[in-house]
């Protein structure tokens, strides 16, 4: 039998001056660096013989699908709900360059337990959804076939770390899910038997920020 892989490609840069928590919120789309992310990603598909595509419904997942999209005329896009950024109480927010706004009564409420983590949707929730979803693409792609999906860092973090019997909480900061990275799942009779990862727009991201905020 061959394997049919299914590419999860995290988002570009989004332009976000204001420094704001945006979740799930609208209106958020890709910065110039964020478009220039999503043609490398473009590029990188661009001989691949893809078979399916699919895309997270926020507006930066479906700005960076758009690229592979065009190189692939033939394939349509489907927006699946479950490839979409993990829910947070916080979003909508901005706590300040060094998150000092966070020691706000009203936000500390929400950061009790950074297990499940308390401020938004459960991880187990996040990777079974992720799961179904990658699940569903791989079956749409067909045996040998290869689906490009566009998610999320923290989505995709929890399905990588779920397909590799990995325990889901984790330190933010050990994430390997560079903006416009690929981490691909390789299925077997549907089945994950491999998942390997890869940078096509790695020199163009910047140095990663040490302060993060909690969901990111």
Do not use: K
């Not at 569903?136 to 999320?152: F, I, K, N, Q």
């Amino acid at each position: 039998m061959e394997l049919t892989l299914v590419h999860v490609c995290r988002h570009g840069q989004v332009y976000n001056p204001d420094r704001v928590l945006y979740g799930r919120l609208p209106g958020f789309g890709l910065s110039d660096l964020g478009r220039a992310m999503a043609e490398r990603l473009g590029e990188h598909f661009a001989d691949a013989p893809l078979t399916h595509l699919r895309t997270s419904p926020l507006q930066r997942a479906r700005e960076t699908m758009l690229p592979i999209a065009e190189r692939h005329p033939g394939l349509d896009v489907l927006v699946d709900e479950r490839l979409v950024e993990a829910g947070n109480a916080l979003e909508g927010r901005s706590f300040g360059r060094y998150n000092q706004r966070l020691l706000r009564p009203d936000y500390l409420r929400h950061l009790y337990n950074p297990l499940r983590p308390s401020w938004g949707e459960p991880y187990p929730l996040v990777a079974r959804r992720m799961q179904a979803a990658i699940a569903d693409a791989a079956a749409s792609a067909g045996p040998g076939g290869r689906a490009v999906l566009v998610s999320h860092e923290l989505p995709i973090w929890m399905a990588r770390r779920s397909a590799e019997g990995r325990p889901l909480v984790h330190n933010p900061a050990d994430r390997e899910c560079l903006l416009a990275s690929v981490t691909t799942f390789a299925l077997l009779e549907g089945r994950i038997v491999r998942v390997d990862y890869a940078e096509p727009a790695g020199d163009l991201v910047p140095a990663r920020r040490l302060v993060r905020r909690p969901g990111m």
